[in-house]
């Protein structure tokens, strides 16, 4: 199977496992992508998902020599335009590129590996950017700096990937899954209803108008108001203070 979904405590690994390939996706592995975040999605034991490529790579984006992707709803790579209501992270080593890219920013967090690289490598093939690439890169980097990587189809370090936004954490190499897993593991620690709720408000409120943003946010809130309540009551009651686990 080219995508192996493993569930470890609360964390879901979701893993591309095309070594032959670099990773790479076919409709195959497509097909595979979709249904493994559809079960993150409904698994009821599972948080936070951390996705990974296999053999220190994360993916060159589509299989040039298959090139048998098709327009499917959810994206021709399979997921990029679901929407899943948990949080789900990055862990990236090696290439990162062209569709593999825009995997990636599909993602809420990227953690790199030194020595990753991150590019729009489609460029020099011709390819376009149909999985939400043109969309979610400007919105993490700014509309100059996407252009730049976009237009010139340049590699971009983990270090500058960092600098600009587009890494959140920068680990040794070799270390991205591990460091991924834990910051997974952490999410996972909290009451799950408000980590879920203010992750919606914040998606749902981009690039609308502050007022939207507000009214999208309050909305959001009260609903998870009986959770706020106990954990009030708990801090209240001792638990958490000065910084303490609760």
Known sequence: MPVHYELRERVALITLERRDRRNAVNKEAADRLREAWQHFDSDGGADVAVFSGAD????????????????????????????????????????????????????????????????????????????????????????????????????????????????????????????????????????QETVRSDRMALLEGLGRPIVEGLEIERRYGLGVLKVATEGAARFAGGAGRRGVDL
Do not use: N
Not at 113 to 140: K, W
């Open 56 to 191: 220190g790579v994360f993916s060159a984006g589509a299989d040039l020599k298959d090139f048998d992707l098709v327009d499917h709803p959810d994206g021709f790579l399979g997921f990029t335009r679901m929407v899943v209501s948990k949080p789900t992270i990055a862990a990236v080593e090696g290439y990162c590129v062209a569709g593999g890219l825009e995997m990636a920013l599909w993602c809420d967090l990227r953690v790199a590996g030194d020595g990753s690289v991150f590019g729009c490598f489609e460029r020099r093939f011709g390819v376009p950017l149909v999985d939400g690439g043109t969309q979610r890169l400007p919105r993490l980097i700014g509309t100059s700096r996407a252009l730049d990587m976009i237009l010139t189809g340049r590699p971009v370090d983990a270090d500058e990937a960092h600098q600009i936004g587009l890494a959140d954490r920068v680990v040794p190499a070799g270390s991205a899954l591990t460091a991924a897993v834990e910051i997974a593991s952490a999410i996972a620690s909290f009451p």
